[in-house]
């Protein structure tokens, strides 16, 4: 082995024994810091305990009445309505299809065969109107019996004043019957009465459209010759049509033909079309689990067309209800809760029982009575207030005779300053340790206290989120310095109490918010 080789190998080897060392040092020295700050009890049992549900956790939360000044007020935004008595309507919202109306289709077809000569309607889907003329068509057999009520017109003229008996009148039956011949065929009245006057035989007799509307289908071309069975043309007549709603089964009960609905179109913004149910098909998409509910609508304009996408609103009158504006329904995990005003800024949660909406209202039925104000706006602000308070037992009212010692408590609070500085500053989501500075209204420190911190977040329910608290007992390290670690468990905004007591008495109390980073 060389010099170079033996010199590489020792090398190694001390870097190795080096690292060595150095990890063991860095081991015990994050025991030594974790150990000294580690969480509080309540913390490490919360961190411990699976997460609870944010249903259950809100469900916990009890909610107390809370007082605000009438600046707070006006700076978050409370806003008062009146829960009233309403006529309400149920919307049933659903998507649909135009058709065309069958009742409103007509067919065009030939009664004796012939050859088509001039076709005037050559496209589908064009528009024409009643009367205009479609095609015209010569045909042997309608020149043969025009040709006959002409002879029978005559006959009858000739025999009119003969003196045998039975000889006129079977002429004129012979007339009216080659008449009814030809009205028979759908000869309009116009052409026998040009037939008449001018005692000519049409040669190339003219069919006109039978309905104002489009032309859905066309076979007819020039020189084609055609049977009584071939079907020419059809016209849709779309002055009304039928929207085909698709309706979940379950809104089935709630709906009645002749209910009243509102249909709209993308492609026509802020224009509504009137309707009603005519019927409901008695039929369930099995892939879907809706019926077609057939729904008849004035078409001003031909606006609506067949195939068009709609949006449909079905009104379904549901007589007088209890309502409040939605907006003062506060969803919390189980619960649905509004705030009743007691007046001078005090607010009390009620938990509420709802029907569904109308509109915008939401339809009570239990836990309110008409005429009561409650809160139409920041509901989930007062709510997150009331949810802090009674977490810190802020609103709890002394017991009877406590007054004076209220008093006391209040001022030796007011005698004591609590100052907090956090490591990180500011501090995170995760651990985080806590300093809080105790003194007098001198400003000595304050040793041999009790200090708690206590950190609250509100739930947010439009969030999924439930609400966290997290306390920390702080220890006396001397000179007034109090000192504790403990977890914060998201980011944001916490709300944050303070409390010192010694001897058994509050002697300082301060309550603030806090942001923290980190993500939620």
Known sequence: MTNSSRNYKIAFFLALAVIVVL????????HDTHRRIAPSADTANAMASPAPSPAATVADIP?????????????IGVKLGTAEIQGVSNEIRAAGNVEIDERRVAYVQTRFPGWIRNVYAGASYQFIRKDEPLFTIYSPELVTTQQEYLLAKKNVEAVRSSSVSGVAEGAQTLLAATRQRLEQWDVPASEIQKLESTGKVITDLTFNSPVTGYITERAALPNMYVQPDTKLYTVADLSSVWVSAQIFQSDLGRIKPGDSAVVTVDAYPGQTFSGRVRDIVPQIDMNTRTARVRIASPN?????????????????????????????VLHAGLRQMIFVSRGEGVFEPREVQTSGQAGDKTIITKGLKAGERIVISASFLIDSESQLQAAAGAFAPPPPGAGAAAAMNQDAAAQAKLELTTQPDPPRKGSN???????????????GAQINV???MPAMPAMGMAAMKASVDLADKGGGIYEGAGELGSGGTWQVTITAQKNGHVIGARHFTLNAEGGM
């Open 433 to 447: 340790i806590f300093h809080v500075k105790l003194t007098d209204a001198a400003g000595s420190s304050i040793a």
């Open 23 to 30: 990890a063991a040092v860095l081991a015990f020295d994050w």
């Open 300 to 328: 001003p304009g031909l606006k609506l067309k067949p195939g068009m996408y709609v949006n449909v609103v079905l009104q379904i009158p549901l007589g007088p209800k209890l309502v409040v504006p939605s907006s003062a």
């Open 63 to 75: 909610l107390t009445p809370v007082q605000l000044t009438p600046e707070r007020m006006q700076s």
């Open 454 to 456: 206590t950190f609250f």
